[in-house]
């Protein structure tokens, strides 16, 4: 092996030559140390990172199964559809025969018929909506 410092093309002398592959030696063994330590941290850093965002996703997955459990019910939630658009229409219905129908005392009896249906419904409603409000 010829020094790469001497360019006269001459013989290499064989301590310098052990000496260059020494260090060569040294240097390729602190750089695979060093690479290794590097690995390592790196390794450990993934590691950690990996195991906070299981724990995340653990977390995640039980909150939405808590509120998978909270939330109401369709059926519950077509109750309260309904009972609603049978409130609206009743409402409109008082208002209809409140315009018909002359101030006597039959037109009165029918106005609080229909007054406390219309109050009976809203009742009902206010149970359905308090059942759907004491899940969450």
């Known amino acids: ?76 939630l077509a109750e309260i559809s309904a009972t609603e658009t049978v409130m609206s229409a009743s409402m409109n219905r008082t208002s209809r025969e409140m315009e018909r129908l002359v101030p006597d005392a039959a037109s009165l009896a029918k106005l609080l018929q229909i007054r406390v249906e219309e109050l009976e419904m809203k009742a009902y409603l206010r149970g359905l909506k308090f059942g759907t409000s004491k899940n969450e």
């Open 1 to 76: 092996m010829e020094d790469p410092g001497n360019s006269g093309g001459g013989p290499s002398d064989p301590k310098l030559d052990r000496l260059i592959e020494a260090l060569r030696a040294q240097l390729a063994s602190e750089l695979d140390s060093r690479v290794e330590a590097i690995r390592k941290e790196y390794e450990e850093r993934l590691s950690a990172q990996a195991s906070q965002w299981e724990s995340q996703r653990a977390a995640m997955v039980k909150e939405l199964q808590e509120l998978r459990l909270k939330a109401p019910g369709s059926d519950v």
